[in-house]
């Protein structure tokens, strides 16, 4: 058996084709593709406007600019990958790390404790982990009585539903951001966006892209001027039509994610491997996650990954709680309360989740995990 690993790309002829004809044209970065690509981006998650930048830590790091200031305190989740607080620091807020819910996400109750007895926190950062949509209701409500900014992080999540509400849509949001790489939805290589339905930060978001420039319609034609301090978060037009060719093909690539999780949830029930929460028909699942309470089993979890990889199965954990990590304990982090957060580390891990992943791949995977946590 070949390695299969956790995600992976897939992409056609006409993927190759969207890039090669980009490359033959004119423009190769700031062309026709970047606008494109953002207009039907806007038009699939139905959000007003979309800034596409290099990565998704860049679309973080813009958002974080234009919606926070130095020393905010945002409440944020230690179960996502170090990008999501990561942007916090960079424009020197603080990020306050809350525990999570059992499907994963931020906990918005904890949340609320937290508004209540801190009412100068300014923003939450919440993660819609794995694909599945933070509760929108509560969002929402959040929002409405203690007006804090809310960013979502869309980055595991595009394709998603709450109800009417789409991941990225920003309905209950200031901002959202989404991610490009290969293991995500759809890929551009490296790539990320940032939508909103604020006019006024679509506009500081076009600046920031590209160092803080302005250039209007009435200013000479050699003028530009420096409004503040961007950065270089271009995107080529290779990238965009290779976005655009594969946004064509992202509800069939979520509906084999969807076909797949339906297998390992039957494959999985009444079994001592459960699923972080079940296909409800909400989630875009960038991730399978499931958990496995190893203190009842005589194999540990170290002992799983190295038997599964020298199986050829890639499985991977996601996430190490972000809070624990050096830098951020070099910080003062650390100690924070967080059981279910700490329980679920112990607990998790992510198998395989693509949508070229075969059926019988994905047999072999449910196989082999069962032989060897037997
Ligand atoms: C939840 C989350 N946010 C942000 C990012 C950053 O995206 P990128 O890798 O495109 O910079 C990632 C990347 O894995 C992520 O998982």
Not at 95 to 101: E, G, K, L
Not at 183 to 205: C, D, F, P, R, W
Not at 275 to 287: A, K
Not at 321 to 327: D, F, L
Request: proline fraction near 3%; charge should be neutral; aromatic fraction near 10%.
């Amino acid at each position: 058996m070949n390695f299969i690993p956790y995600g992976k790309q897939l992409l056609d002829q006409d993927d190759v084709n969207a890039v090669v004809q980009t490359l033959k044209s004119d423009y190769l970065t700031t062309g026709p593709k970047v606008k494109a690509f953002e207009d039907v981006l806007s038009k699939y998650c139905n959000v007003k406007y979309t800034v596409v930048v290099s990565n998704g830590t860049a679309a973080l790091h813009l958002a974080s600019l234009v919606l926070l200031s130095r020393n905010d305190k945002v409440l944020t989740t230690p179960n996502s990958f170090l990008a999501t607080s990561n942007a916090i620091l960079y424009v020197g807020a603080k990020p306050i790390f809350v525990d999570i819910a059992k499907d994963g996400n931020l906990d918005l109750d904890l949340c609320e404790e937290a508004l209540i007895k801190d009412p100068s926190i300014k923003a939450i950062y919440a993660v819609a982990f794995s694909g599945h949509m933070v509760n929108q209701q509560k969002l929402k409500y959040l929002k409405k009585k203690y007006g804090v900014k809310i960013l979502e992080d869309c980055a595991h999540a595009i394709g998603a539903k709450d109800g009417d509400v789409k991941a990225a849509s920003c309905v209950n949001s200031d901002i959202s951001i989404l991610s490009f790489h290969p293991v995500k939805h759809m890929t551009t290589g490296e790539g990320g966006a940032i939508t909103t339905n604020s006019k006024e930060m679509y506009e500081q978001l076009i600046s920031l892209r590209a160092h803080g420039m302005v250039k209007t319609d009435a200013m000479k034609p050699w003028e530009y001027e420096m409004h503040s301090l961007g950065y270089n978060y271009r995107i080529t037009d290779m990238q965009c039509a290779l976005g655009i060719s594969q946004l064509d093909k992202l509800d069939q690539f979520i509906q084999r994610r969807i076909a797949l999780v339906k297998r390992y949830d039957q494959a999985f029930k009444n079994s001592i491997i459960k699923p972080l929460y079940y296909d409800d028909g909400t989630s875009s699942y960038h991730l399978y996650v499931v958990q496995v309470d190893f203190t009842k089993l005589s194999i540990n979890k170290e002992e799983l990954f190295n038997c599964l990889r020298e199986k050829s199965i890639g499985v991977q954990l996601h996430y190490i709680p972000i809070n624990k990590q050096p830098y951020y304990k070099s910080l003062g982090y650390g100690n924070e309360f967080t059981p279910i957060m700490d329980r679920y580390y112990e607990e998790c891990f992510s198998l395989p989740m693509f949508p070229k992943l075969s059926d019988m791949e994905q047999d072999y995977i449910i196989k082999t995990l069962f032989e060897v946590l037997r």
